[in-house]
Structures are given as structure tokens and as C-alpha cells.
Antibody
Framework: QVQLQESGPGLVKPSATLSLSCAVS?????????WSWVRQPPGKGLEWIGE???????NYSPSLKSRVTISVDKSKNQFSLRLSSVTAADTAVYYC??????????????WGLGTLVTVSS | SSELTQDPAVSVALGQTVRITCQGD??????ASWYQQKPGQAPVLVIY???NRPSGIPDRLSGSSSGNTASLTITGAQAEDEADYYC???????????FGTGTTVTVV
């Protein structure tokens, strides 16, 4: 059974870069899956940030594209998120998840527990 | 439009049936997936594809689709079904995911 675990600083200063990693166990990151980041500001809904394939190919949310970089480290079986120029609006619980594709649909079948990142000086 | 619209909140009596809907243009060409989220916990996949449930999800949860609307039905709601529910799909470009606005289900 696949497990995902987010890690990274819980506090980031405004205008700095947020960096998180997601360690994958129980599955190889080099399989035919995409790997996503999703966030949830306190008391609000879910927002997809972007995804990466093991080849390094990425797709990003249009609203965050200018600030987001998602990369994969096959040697560590993990993938990472970098979000630059953060503001208080980027305060959220950040989740990593595994994408799956079936005929006619897409879904996230496994999620990490999430990590709260607060942007504050 | 790439948006997925859900009713903010619904309530259901214990043991009764409730339907949660999700509307969006992208749903006319693909199935939505549905996620249950309880306070302080990560989302959990409950429905994907035409009407598929992951292992461990009770069969009182079911999915359906018509036109640009996807639905999640809870038949015989239990206290443990009280949660936020989100729909999700790819947008019309096929390159991005979009989440619905979320529905809070209260079991009374």
C-alpha cells in the first residue's frame, strides 16, 4: 500500500520561497503515475497546485504557474514543491497525492497526511 | 468555464438519503471523483469513474452523472458520513485539475 509523507518548514517568511518534499513508499515514483500537490487554506476548500511525472514533465495550476516549480528525485523516490514570493495567502495545509487515470476520468487515490505551512514574519 | 459548483451545505436525517451535486462544463466529457474530508484529516477518495468505490468505502455511497452534473448519493446516512465532500475533475484542457467548492454534510 502506497504511503506519502510531506516534510518541510512549518513557517516561512513573506516574500521567501516555500519548499516541501513528499516521500513515497510502497510504490516507485517511476511508475506510470503522476504525482500532485494540493493545498487547503484554513477553513477553505481544496486547491490543486500542480503535478509531475517521473520524466520531469509538469502541469501547473494557471493561477500559480508563475511561482511554482515541482520536481522529482528518483534516487530518493520523492517529489518536491517550491513556491516563490509567498504571502499570507499561501498559508495552508499542503498535501501530496498520487494521481490515477482510468478511461473517462482522473482521481487521487492516495494522500499524505498534510503539513501546515504558515507564512509570517 | 473550469469551475465546479457545489451547494455549500446540506443536512440529512439519520438513515435517510441525501444527494450532493457538482456542476461544471468539464463533467459532460469525463467522470468526477469525490473526496470525503473530516475535520483535521486528509481527504479520502470515496468515488471514482462511473461509480467505483475504493476498498473500505461503504456501498451506501454511490456516484452518478448526467450531462454536466455529477452526483454523490448517500443512502441511509450514518453519523460517520458527516463531513465535507469535494468533487474533482480535469478541466477542459485536460492538463489541470479543478476541485469543487465543497459541500458540508450534516447528519441530524
Amino acid at each position: 500500500q502506497v504511503q506519502l509523507q510531506e516534510s518541510g518548514p512549518g513557517l516561512v517568511k513573506p516574500s521567501a520561497t516555500l519548499s516541501l518534499s513528499c516521500a513515497v513508499s510502497g510504490d516507485s515514483i517511476s511508475t506510470s503515475n503522476w504525482w500532485s500537490w494540493v493545498r487547503q487554506p484554513p477553513g477553505k476548500g481544496l486547491e490543486w497546485i500542480g503535478e509531475v511525472f517521473h520524466t520531469g514533465r509538469t502541469n501547473y495550476s494557471p493561477s500559480l504557474k508563475s511561482r511554482v516549480t515541482i520536481s522529482v528525485d528518483k534516487s530518493k523516490n520523492q517529489f518536491s514543491l517550491r513556491l516563490s514570493s509567498v504571502t499570507a495567502a499561501d498559508t495552508a495545509v499542503y498535501y501530496c497525492a498520487r494521481d490515477k487515470v482510468i478511461p473517462g476520468g482522473y482521481y487521487f487515490d492516495s494522500w499524505g497526511l498534510g503539513t501546515l505551512v504558515t507564512v509570517s514574519s | 468555464s473550469s469551475e465546479l459548483t457545489q451547494d455549500p451545505a446540506v443536512s440529512v436525517a439519520l438513515g435517510q438519503t441525501v444527494r450532493i451535486t457538482c456542476q461544471g462544463d468539464s463533467l459532460s466529457s469525463q467522470y468526477a471523483s469525490w473526496y470525503q474530508q473530516k475535520p483535521g484529516q486528509a481527504p479520502v477518495l470515496v468515488i471514482y469513474g462511473r461509480n467505483n468505490r475504493p476498498s473500505g468505502i461503504p456501498d451506501r455511497l454511490s456516484g452518478s452523472s448526467s450531462g454536466n452534473t455529477a452526483s454523490l448519493t448517500i443512502t441511509g446516512a450514518q453519523a460517520e458520513d458527516e463531513a465535507d465532500y469535494y468533487c474533482c475533475s480535469r478541466d477542459s484542457s485536460g492538463n489541470h485539475y479543478v476541485f469543487g467548492t465543497g459541500t458540508t454534510v450534516t447528519v441530524v
